[in-house]
T-cell receptor
């Protein structure tokens, strides 16, 4: 799987949108962009994924640039419970290879 | 949605003993399950791929004789840490995807097992 680059940490005020960037300049045509998050001492939780179109679900929105070299996960109204490590992962079937992710801290 | 259940959530054992961790897919059949390990303040590392009815495949550096994997049914994979030592203390997590949703469907994870070897 191609590598991704994420900022190690970000802060966000409660109620504001959290925009988490991810660079994946070497993504190949058949690789999906997946986002997971891990709250302390729990298993990773699936958030959203996409191939080239923007996606939205009840948890978040995923914006993928036209050249697919970067993407942004948007949590529209962050809550304290969104504090977690967020992982951006490129997948073409098989297992997931986790990078270091972004540690998001949502503050009151 | 797809649910993966892991048991136990926490286990403490003495050095030299063996510990078995179970991973179950609750509402789908999984021919393949994945086992990860996570040390404190580090990311998840893939240990092995569990294949129903055949041998598991291990990632480089993971000892297959120490981490025994059995995938005896389409809903159950077990990881046994044999002759555990303090350095095996870690957070072990399993995952699986529902094959009925396609090979690019999301992997779902169990809630992990915190192993402490004293």
């Amino acid at each position: 799987d191609a590598k991704t680059t994420q900022p190690p940490s970000m802060d966000c005020a409660e109620g504001r949108a959290a925009n988490l960037p991810c660079n994946h300049s070497t993504i190949s045509g058949n690789e999906y962009v997946y986002w997971y998050r891990q709250i302390h001492s729990q298993g990773p939780q699936y958030i959203i994924h996409g191939l080239k179109n923007n996606e939205t679900n009840e948890m978040a929105s995923l914006i993928i640039t036209e050249d697919r070299k970067s993407s942004t996960l948007i949590l529209p109204h962050a809550t304290l419970r969104d504090t977690a490590v967020y992982y951006c992962i490129l997948v073409s079937g098989y297992a997931l290879n986790f990078g270091k992710g972004t540690s998001l801290l949502v503050t009151p | 949605g797809a649910v993966v259940s892991q048991h136990p959530s926490r286990v403490i054992c003495k050095s030299g003993t063996s510990v078995k961790i179970e991973c179950r897919s609750l509402d789908f059949q999984a021919t393949t399950m994945f086992w990860y390990r996570q040390f404190p303040k580090q990311s998840l590392m893939l240990m092995a791929t569990s294949n129903e009815g055949s041998k598991a495949t291990y990632e480089q550096g993971v000892e297959k004789d120490k981490f025994l994997i059995n995938h005896a049914s389409l809903t159950l994979s077990t990881l046994t840490v044999t002759s555990a030592h303090p350095e095996d203390s870690s957070f072990y997590i399993c995952s699986a995807r529902d094959p009925g949703l396609g090979h690019n469907s999301p992997l779902h994870f169990g809630n992990g097992t915190r192993l402490t070897v004293t």
